[in-house]
């Protein structure tokens, strides 16, 4: 069965601070996906990481995703108080690409 | 397109009472998801959808719930007799089995379900 498991659950930020989240599987994948939720709101997709090695970017974030390893990582680059948010990363299973989200990341930037 | 839209946005329900969901997927999508979500938890598979065929469906789904997709197009997600434990976000999904990304998967706005 496919598990995903994200660290930290919580995650408090002075902003101008750096910060990485971790996203671990269970199970072999090759992709990995990130998506940001805001209070009261549904899923934005963040990034799609399709292969090995794969690394995206996108503003102060940049993920990444090793196979091997079965990780995923979330990067914040000195962080703002806009990307206070909770973060989630999920894994398809292996057939009909159901997603398995983790639990969350919830990200407070303080100014 | 405006990409998934879901009806209703909130629903509120006394424990015992039918209720039925709405999701429109982007256009060109064969892929149609639901998931469910409680507070504090990421979402949860429920089940989904190629074209009008269901393909699976999650132990999570009970046989008071049900969901349909006829012709292929949108998709109604039906709870029986709700339970106060029925209340949470459902959210759709739809997504593409060709192109770049394959698959990926685009959120509509979800209903909020409360189970009074």
């Known amino acids: 069965e496919l598990k995903v498991e994200q660290n930290p659950l919580f995650l408090s930020m002075q902003e101008g601070k750096n910060y990485t989240i971790y996203c671990n599987y269970s199970t072999t994948s090759d992709r990995l996906y990130w998506y940001r939720q805001d209070p009261g709101k549904s899923l934005e997709s963040l990034f799609v990481?399709?292969?090995?090695?794969a690394v995206k970017q996108e503003g102060r974030l940049m993920a990444s995703l090793d196979t091997k390893a079965r990780l995923s990582t979330l990067h914040i680059t000195a962080a703002v108080h806009d990307l206070s948010a909770t973060y989630f990363c999920a894994a398809p299973m292996e057939y009909g690409n159901k997603l398995v989200f983790g639990a969350g990341t919830i990200l407070r930037v303080k100014s | 397109d405006t990409g998934v839209s879901q009806n209703p946005r909130h629903k509120i329900t006394k424990r015992g009472q039918n209720v039925t969901f709405r999701c429109d997927p982007i256009?060109?999508?064969?892929?149609l998801y639901w998931y469910r979500q409680t507070l504090g938890q990421g979402p949860e598979f429920l089940t989904y959808?190629?074209?009008?065929?269901?393909?699976?469906k999650s132990r999570l789904l009970s046989d008071r719930f049900s969901a349909e997709r006829p012709k292929g197009s949108f998709s109604t997600l039906e709870i029986q007799r709700t339970e106060q434990g029925d209340s949470a976000m459902y959210l759709c999904a739809s997504s593409s089995t060709s192109g770049g990304d394959y698959n990926e998967q685009f959120f509509g706005p979800g209903t909020r379900l409360t189970v009074l």
């Open positions: 959808f190629q074209n009008e065929a269901q393909l699976e």
């Open positions: 256009s060109e999508h064969n892929r």
């Open positions: 990481l399709l292969s090995n090695g």
